[in-house]
C-alpha cells in the first residue's frame, strides 16, 4: 500500500504560478511511477504529467507542455509539479497517482491516489 497526500492548491490570478506536493508514506516510493491527473467539474479525469520511478523521462500532456513541470524526490517520498503561466482552463482538482505498470497516461496505469487538492485560476 501506498498513501499519498497532495498539498499546495489554491486560488491563483491567470499568468501565476503554484507548486504542487505529493507525500508518499507506506511502500517503497522510488519503486513506483507518479502521475499527475486534473478533474474539471463535469469532466472526466485526464493525464496531465507523469515520471517513471528512476526520474527520468517526463511526460506530459500537450496542453501543459512548456508549463509545467514534474519532478520527485525520492529521498523525501515526495513528487512535484511546478506549474507557471496558469490558465483559467487549468482550473481544476489534481490527483497524484502510484503505479507500476508501463503505461503511464492512463488512470487505470495507477493503483493508488491521493485525495487531491484544488487549483483555481482566476482570469
Known amino acids: 500500500q501506498v498513501q499519498l497526500v497532495e498539498s499546495g492548491g489554491g486560488l491563483v490570478q491567470a499568468g501565476g504560478s503554484l507548486r504542487l506536493s505529493c507525500a508518499a508514506s507506506?511502500?517503497?516510493?522510488?519503486?513506483?511511477?507518479v502521475g499527475w491527473f486534473r478533474q474539471a467539474p463535469g469532466k472526466e479525469r485526464e493525464f496531465v504529467a507523469a515520471i517513471r520511478w528512476g526520474g527520468v523521462s517526463p511526460y506530459y500532456a500537450d496542453s501543459v507542455k512548456g508549463r509545467f513541470t514534474i519532478s520527485r524526490d525520492n529521498a523525501k517520498n515526495t513528487a512535484y509539479l511546478q506549474m507557471n503561466s496558469l490558465k483559467p482552463e487549468d482550473t481544476a482538482v489534481y490527483y497524484c497517482a502510484a503505479g507500476r505498470r508501463f503505461s503511464i497516461v492512463i488512470t487505470t496505469a495507477y493503483d493508488y491516489w491521493g485525495q487531491g487538492t484544488q487549483v483555481t485560476v482566476s482570469s
Open positions: 507506506g511502500q517503497t516510493f522510488s519503486n513506483y511511477n
